[in-house]
């Protein structure tokens, strides 16, 4: 009898799965190897999520791999991404491959999962990027913010934290690849790279604590300088990116401000993330090096491959970089990868630029009244996206796996 309903349940969950589908869609088993990077000792291979999606529809499958580390999908032919995520105690393993078409000729695929030592640390709590729209319709962004929060469960200092959005911020595919077309390992830095000031010991974040980072320190909702459609008032801001040299930026008064190291554009006069997506970076320096001698030295700069223009990137290796995000454009045909997968393997968006929501890291625990974030390095599997801003607010219920 228990064999009868397993069998009745396999039919319905293969007939569920199908009506979901285009209706008289041909489906092809697809088989995904996923396999540990060498040198780990790691056997266990079941139990792996695997993560497909379509490029065209968006329509996502999940999978578990079996003792042989394989996921068995039933799919249509098309384009597709795929994903693979495990977490031991010690290490997040992510895999990631993109425009991969599964057609007839073509239904297997080996993932080769990166390492990723798991420590507690500052980690981007809540990106509000998207913007809103004003009561005439009109768009608006300067009330966009970024909130880090410390992770782990000693003190960390800001001193001497940089944060950046990569080249390109918009919907086209990256020039900064290696030959296989993978993410290079140093990164271009475009228009500001913004530093906390401090002399190493000034501005202590406490364990489960975070800070608010915002474009313009007002209530947006009610300055007469904002949007009454704004969803958030960022008075309580505990800093800003006032960009001091351009002459048309406000500094809001109370809100202490970042120092803006270098830009590749004198005129832009806000700090302004792609509304679209962009990916962002929170990276320090390497001990001893600072920021003067670092922005003076024509070495750390490059132009963008193939390109004719002038400007000079900032470029940070990605050993540098302490969290990132790839915020992408919620068309599944303009998402593209900026950043490497060991920094992030996934990606996240919002449904579309001015809808007033944001992205937010899932809460993975909490212990006594306080949160832990989950922190994979894989903002596919970490992040929630188009929820309600809510800078200085942190969850109180565990979030859904």
């Known amino acids: 009898m228990r064999k009868l309903i397993v069998f009745f349940v396999i039919i319905l969950t293969g007939v569920f799965l199908i009506s979901c589908r285009k209706e008289g869609a041909k489906l092809y088993e697809v088989s995904i190897t996923v396999t540990y990077p060498a040198g780990y000792s790691y056997t266990d291979l079941s139990n792996i999520k695997v993560t ?3 490029n065209l529809s968006s ?33 997040a393993f992510n895999g990631n491959s993109e425009t991969v078409s599964f057609n007839p000729a073509n239904l297997n695929l080996k993932i080769n999962l990166v390492a990723v030592a798991l420590k507690g640390g500052l980690v ?32 960390i200092y800001l001193d001497g934290l940089c944060i950046g959005t990569l080249e390109p911020m918009g919907t086209t595919a990256s020039a900064w ?22 002399t190493g010991t000034t501005n202590p974040l406490a364990p489960r604590t975070s800070v608010v980072l915002a474009q313009d320190g007002i209530d947006h909702k009610t300055d007469p300088a904002g949007n009454p459609g704004s969803p958030v008032n960022l008075g309580g801001a505990h800093w800003e990116t006032y960009v001091q040299t351009s002459g048309k930026d406000t500094d809001s008064p109370g809100v ?19 509304v679209g997506g962009g990916a962002i970076v929170l990276f320090r320096l390497p001990t001893g090096l600072d920021y003067q001698t670092f922005v003076n030295n024509p070495a750390n700069f490059e132009k963008k491959p193939g390109s004719a223009a002038a400007t000079q990137y900032l470029m940070v290796d990605k050993s540098w970089v302490i969290d990132a995000i790839e915020e992408v454009n919620a068309d599944p045909t303009k998402q593209f990868k900026r950043l490497h997968t060991s920094i992030d393997a ?3 968006s919002c449904s579309s630029s001015y809808n007033s929501k944001s992205i ?14 989950k922190d994979t390095n894989n903002s596919t599997v970490d992040f929630l996206g188009d929820l309600i ?13």
């Open 52 to 54: 497909v999606m379509n």
């Open 59 to 91: 329509r996502q499958d999940t999978d578990r791999t079996n003792a042989s580390g394989i996921s068995y999908l039933l799919l249509e032919e098309g384009t597709y991404t795929v994903s693979a995520s495990f977490q031991t105690t010690e290490f």
């Open 124 to 155: 981007f709590k809540e990106v509000y990027y998207s913007g809103s729209k004003t009561p005439a319709g009109t768009n608006y962004y300067s009330d966009q913010f970024h909130e880090i929060y410390n992770n782990s469960d000693q003190v």
């Open 177 to 198: 690849v290696k030959s296989d077309g993978t993410p290079r390992d140093s990164l271009p830095i475009t228009y500001h790279t913004w530093m906390w000031p401090g």
């Open 256 to 274: 202490p401000n970042l120092i803006c190291i270098y830009t590749t554009s004198t005129a832009m006069f806000d700090w302004l993330s792609a």
């Open 346 to 348: 996934g990606k996240v």
């Open 360 to 373: 937010r890291r899932k809460a993975d625990k909490i212990i006594d009244g306080k949160v832990i974030y």
């Open 389 to 401: 801003p809510t800078p200085f607010i942190h969850p109180t219920t565990v979030d859904v796996k």
